[in-house]
């Protein structure tokens, strides 16, 4: 199956318009995964359920469905997921993997192209590097995003597709509004709340790594590889769980494309 690229919007126009954005960032990629169904689902509306559980900075994700719970994702989502059937069978997985955008991350050009060659550069990641896509997830709770292998590399990929499709300038500015808007909700928010010490850091976040993507000069080169085993080095405490994982990937027929991490 191919990647299949599904836009809610009321509108025909714009839905045509963001489908056309989806495809020319599709065509900026070399070579996508193959036998991976991959559903690229932009909403009109910001999803509750994924603002609290990935957070109000979250723009988008990427996710394989194989032992994720779905059961409180939209409805509207959840349609496009499954083909529903018998009694005996109520529903088959008709996808393996989903890029999911936010309707305020597509209402932004340059945010939603942005943010899907993010994501669809985390398909790659999982679909050739599957020991290397799954190293660096167990690094998420030890570092700032920006310093995590594989979402460094989506962003230096992210921005260089984004000025080709959408011009320097305009990534510039985008940028620039991300940063002012994030100063300003972190602002207010050590006035009004001061004592939300988890929610003043995820905003200070926000700001280190918009200003991080800021500095990047795209087209670069990185080694995901190497530098995966290099952050991996620093945490050995996660060797042994990185291992468990391996071996139930292998055991599941899931083990990914071979890849020497250690």
């Not at 509306?45 to 719970?69: I, M, V, W």
């Not at 409805?75 to 305020?104: C, E, M, R």
Request: proline share 7%; glycine share 4%.
């Amino acid at each position: 199956m191919p990647i299949i690229v599904e836009v809610k919007h009321p509108d025909l126009r714009e839905k045509l318009v963001r489908q056309a954005d989806a495809l020319r960032v599709i065509g900026r990629f070399r070579s996508l995964p193959a036998g991976l169904p991959l559903l690229v689902f932009f909403d009109d509306a910001d999803s509750a359920f994924f603002r609290k559980e990935l957070g109000e900075q979250n723009r988008g994700f990427f996710k394989p469905l194989k032992g994720t719970q779905t059961g409180a994702w939209p409805q509207y989502l959840k349609d496009h997921l499954v083909a529903y059937g018998s009694f005996q069978n109520p529903a088959t997985w008709l996808f393996d993997t989903v890029i999911y955008l936010h309707g305020t991350t597509c209402d932004d050009p340059v945010g939603r192209v942005m943010t899907f060659a993010h994501e669809l550069q985390h398909f790659v990641q999982y679909g050739f590097s599957r020991d290397v896509w799954a190293a660096s997830e167990l690094l998420k709770p030890l570092l700032p995003a920006f310093e995590i292998p594989i979402e460094r590399e989506a962003r230096i990929v992210s921005k260089c597709i984004a000025e080709d499709l959408c011009s320097p300038e305009a990534v510039k500015q985008y940028i620039d509004r991300r940063i002012n808007a994030a100063e300003t909700r972190l602002t207010l928010l050590m006035a009004d709340d001061p004592l939300n010490t988890d929610k003043i850091k995820n905003w200070k976040d926000e700001v280190d790594d918009w200003r991080f993507i800021q500095q990047l000069d795209a087209p670069v080169f990185y080694d995901l590889a190497a530098r995966t085993k290099l952050a991996f080095n620093n945490f050995p405490e996660r060797r042994d769980e990185f291992e468990k994982q391996r071996q139930a990937r292998e055991k599941c027929d899931d083990p990914g494309p071979p890849h020497e991490l250690c």
